[in-house]
T-cell receptor
Framework: EPEVTQTPSHQVTQMGQEVILRCVPI?????FYWYRQILGQKVEFLVS????????KSEIFDDQFSVERPDGSNFTLKIRSTKLEDSAMYFC????????????FGNGTRLTVT | AQSVTQLGSHVSVSEGALVLLRCNYS??????LFWYVQYPNQGLQLLLK??????LVKGINGFEAEFKKSETSFHLTKPSAHMSDAAEYFC????????????FGKGTRLSVIA
């Protein structure tokens, strides 16, 4: 069964550094998402992406964050200048369409900011 | 705006006993409802979904959930718990229009005692 893949599985970075989290969505899916989960807390929506542009974003997704689909397969999340509170598990997801189409999640990237 | 409330952050059952994980939602339009499971150090896996039609939906691993509009509930059940069911379970809601974000509850950790 096709799946969403994320790399790396774990990233450690120093405060103020830039990080790029990478995702390969399922190939025939058109909608892409990033969520994050701070340890012990709920899964929070960051951003959705469709037709090469952001369709929705949350209050968390401020100017420090950006997303890109640089080619036909990858979907990336960049954090420009990481803060301690950015430490979390970041999940990429994709769906075939919007509405009732379920999201398929990757295994996540654990980001640790020191 | 949509929201989800999961009653009980931790539920413990004996192996073979009934599993009941509660979820109540709030949505201004007819919702799409989902249950996801998260095993340790893994991503979110879709258990089942309700979109339209039959209000009792069956999912993987013997789980099912019933959509009750009058109670704004979508509780997850399994007749007989297995040790392998121990995981974190998330209820999620999405409004039935456009590409609005999938909103998660805080999750319920299920422990199964031998």
């Amino acid at each position: 069964e096709p799946e969403v893949t994320q790399t790396p599985s774990h990233q450690v970075t120093q405060m103020g550094q830039e990080v790029i989290l990478r995702c390969v969505p399922i190939s025939n899916h058109l909608y892409f998402y990033w969520y994050r989960q701070i340890l012990g807390q709920k899964v929070e929506f960051l951003v959705s992406f469709y037709n090469n542009e952001i369709s929705e974003k949350s209050e968390i997704f401020d100017d420090q964050f950006s997303v890109e689909r640089p080619d036909g397969s990858n979907f990336t999340l960049k954090i420009r200048s990481t803060k301690l509170e950015d430490s979390a598990m970041y999940f990429c997801a994709s769906s075939e369409r919007g509405g009732n189409s379920p999201l398929h999640f990757g295994n996540g990237t654990r980001l640790t900011v020191t | 705006a949509q929201s989800v409330t999961q009653l009980g952050s931790h539920v413990s059952v004996s192996e073979g006993a009934l599993v009941l994980l509660r979820c109540n939602y709030s949505s201004s339009v007819p919702p799409y409802l989902f249950w996801y499971v998260q095993y340790p150090n893994q991503g979110l896996q879709l258990l089942l979904k309700y979109t339209t039609g039959a209000t009792l939906v069956k999912g993987i691993n013997g789980f099912e959930a019933e959509f009750k509009k009058s109670e704004t509930s979508f509780h997850l059940t399994k007749p007989s718990a297995h040790m392998s069911d121990a995981a974190e379970y998330f209820c999620a809601v999405r409004s039935g229009s456009g590409n609005t974000p999938l909103v998660f509850g805080k999750g319920t950790r299920l422990s199964v005692i031998a």
